[in-house]
């Protein structure tokens, strides 16, 4: 019978580092893809001279993210400052489209 080896902690440690390069290539792809959307709204919303920013809204995506983040066993805080530092970004695009008709991708957040 083959007795097989304990994994190399180095072996371990390097595909656990793949695996989070991996998820964070997903994430950066999946903020850029959001903030296309996000875009399409500020310009909507600069044409037909709605606020940047909708309150209401905000708060119900706040609640929706804290309850899939329990839903998802991670700290539901957490997922609401994340909400609200890509909110706020958002928000920011939303009044230099307003503002300007074009948004700086320069800008360091």
Known sequence: MTQLRPVD???KLLGLRRSIDNIDAALVHL???RFKFTQ???WLKA???LPASDPEREAVQI???RSLAEESHLDPAFAEKFLNFI???VIH???QIASTGAID???NV
Do not use: P, Y
Request: charged share 30%.
């Open 9 to 11: 902690s180095t072996e």
């Open 31 to 33: 903020l850029a893809e």
């Open 40 to 42: 399409e709204v500020g």
């Open 47 to 49: 044409t037909t001279g």
């Open 63 to 65: 609640a929706r993210l």
């Open 87 to 89: 909110v706020a970004e």
């Open 93 to 95: 695009h939303h009044e």
């Open 105 to 107: 991708t320069q800008r």
